[in-house]
């Protein structure tokens, strides 16, 4: 039996990209089902979810419909002890709830002035004061987290949780903008955005193109690069 993942789309759509990690990064059996985000068809091709009406949405193998990223990443959680979504240590489950709900609620700056996309690296982004604080509050809780986990490279709590799948696009819009953060935070960024789970992501996101580009920005661009 295998869930089945709403997604609206792979080369922009951040949320859609955290339902999908959730599943795949964790081994959980899933169905992939796409709406069409950009083509006016979401809202007619959701109706049988309703009220869930954003992708992500998630329908459990038995017929339940969770929306919101959170409540899927909780709901999973619950269900799937043994697929550790969460750090098993108490303070640091705690703290990677944190950052989680801080991103989902938080960081307007960076996502409304750095849309994701997975597509080209912008040259010459010019980084507002918002963007900017919002770097900083991202960076100060990398830190808070590596302080309760005493990890100080690598994923944020040892293992590969929760927290990795709430901030890969987060790594994709610094890397994708150029933005201004540390080296240790761009090493976390590479970490997050080289993992093969992403990269096949990617890759089926290049089979899709749209005419005009979402999300456009008149600035020079090459091709997406880690380096
Ligand atoms: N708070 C929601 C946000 C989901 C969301 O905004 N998804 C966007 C796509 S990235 C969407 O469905 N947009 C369609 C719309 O706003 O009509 C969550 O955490 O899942």
Not at 28 to 49: F, I, K, R
Not at 68 to 76: C, F, N, Q, V, Y
Not at 138 to 145: K, V
Not at 179 to 205: H, M, N
Request: glycine share 8%; proline share 7%; charged share 20%.
């Amino acid at each position: 039996m295998a869930y089945e993942i709403y997604i609206g789309d792979r080369m922009y759509s951040s949320w859609s990209l955290r339902g999908w990690l959730m599943l795949e990064k964790f081994s959980l059996p899933h169905n992939v089902h796409m709406v069409g985000l950009y083509s006016g068809t979401m809202a007619q091709e959701m109706a049988h979810l309703a009220p869930a009406r954003l992708v992500p949405a998630l329908r459990t193998p038995e017929g339940m419909v969770v929306g919101e990223s959170l409540a899927i990443a909780e709901t999973l959680a619950e269900r799937h002890p043994e697929a550790k979504l969460w750090p098993s240590d108490p303070a640091q489950r705690a703290a990677a709830r944190w950052l989680a709900a801080e991103m989902v609620a938080g960081f307007s700056s960076l996502r409304g002035e750095c849309p994701m996309q997975l597509g080209h690296i912008y040259e010459g982004f010019e980084v507002s004061r918002g963007v900017k604080a919002d770097l900083e509050r991202i960076e100060a809780l990398f830190a808070h987290a590596r302080k309760v986990s005493g990890r100080s490279s690598g994923y944020l709590f040892g293992d590969y949780s929760l927290a990795e799948v709430f901030y890969t696009p987060v790594a994709a819009r610094i890397m994708g903008y150029g933005l201004p953060v540390s080296e240790e935070t761009r090493a976390y960024c590479k970490l997050l955005l080289s993992d093969p789970a992403v990269l096949k992501w990617q890759a089926l996101a290049h089979q899709v193109s749209y005419d005009p580009e979402p999300y456009a920005m008149d600035l020079p661009k090459r091709p997406w690069s880690l380096d």
